[in-house]
């Protein structure tokens, strides 16, 4: 059974810089996993920011950026606002029997 | 526009079928693979099955043998045909749309859910 890790919670101020990460018990997480990220508030369906790495949705701010980064893929948010507090989603994609696995999710709080 | 509108959720006993619906407007299902995703109360998400566009299928082993996916392109809508639910397919069911780009692979919309309550 394939795992795929976030960080739990992480806290960043208006303003700065975050980085979140999504790695896969299965090694090094690369491009061909194509690693999707998504953002959901309460009570609301997730919405999709980023595709296959580093591919911004035609709705998604600039401020957020996908990469690869020491092995795992990376969410990183520069210029944080209070809305974008918020839970993120890593995707990976596997293939095979198990094909897409979600991270478990890092609730964001912007204070 | 491309939206996703589900139906069918509701309250059902343990052992019970729900058949959940998925009408998609502004492209083809059948140029798209279709994705279910659910998420239990107060966790994180789930994908259940998956509907290629070849016509090949995926099941969570959690799901297997008891849920089935399919579509009529006819209507543009996808199907989760639930059996011998148990309570612990409690969730919200999210269908969800798959696009194989040319940079990737990519599941960008999604429609607003549609809960499932398994529960005597």
């Known amino acids: 059974q394939t795992v795929v890790t976030q960080e739990p919670s992480l806290t960043v101020s208006p303003g700065g810089t975050v980085t979140l990460t999504c790695a896969s018990s299965?090694?090094?997480?690369?491009?061909?996993?194509?690693p999707n990220w998504f953002q959901q508030k309460p009570g609301q369906a997730p919405r999709a920011l980023i595709y296959?790495?580093?591919n911004r949705q035609a709705w998604t701010p600039a401020r957020f950026s996908g990469s690869l980064l020491g092995g795992k893929a990376a969410l990183t948010l520069s210029g944080v606002q209070p809305e974008d507090e918020a839970d993120y989603y890593c995707?990976?994609?596997?293939?095979?029997?198990?094909?897409?696995?979600f991270g478990g999710g890092t609730k964001l709080t912007v204070i | 526009e491309v939206l996703l509108v589900e139906s069918g959720g509701g309250l059902v006993q343990p052992g019970g079928s729900l058949r959940l619906s998925c009408a998609a407007s502004?492209?083809?299902?059948?140029?798209?693979?279709m994705s279910w995703v659910r998420q239990a109360p107060g966790k994180g998400l789930d994908c259940v099955s998956v509907?290629?566009?070849?016509?090949?299928?995926y099941y969570a082993d959690s799901v297997k043998g008891r849920f089935t996916i399919s579509r009529d392109t006819s209507k543009n809508t996808v199907y989760l045909q639930m059996n011998s639910l148990r309570a612990e397919d409690t969730a919200v069911y999210f269908c969800?749309?798959?696009?194989?780009?040319?940079?990737?692979?990519?599941?960008?919309?999604w429609g607003q859910g549609a809960l499932v309550t398994v529960s005597s």
């Open positions: 296959s790495t580093n």
């Open positions: 299965t090694g090094a997480v690369t491009g061909s996993y194509y």
């Open positions: 509907f290629y566009t070849g016509g090949a299928t």
């Open positions: 502004g492209f083809s299902v059948s140029s798209n693979f």
């Open positions: 969800v749309r798959g696009v194989d780009t040319a940079l990737g692979l990519s599941l960008d919309y």
């Open positions: 995707l990976l994609y596997f293939g095979g029997a198990q094909p897409w696995v």
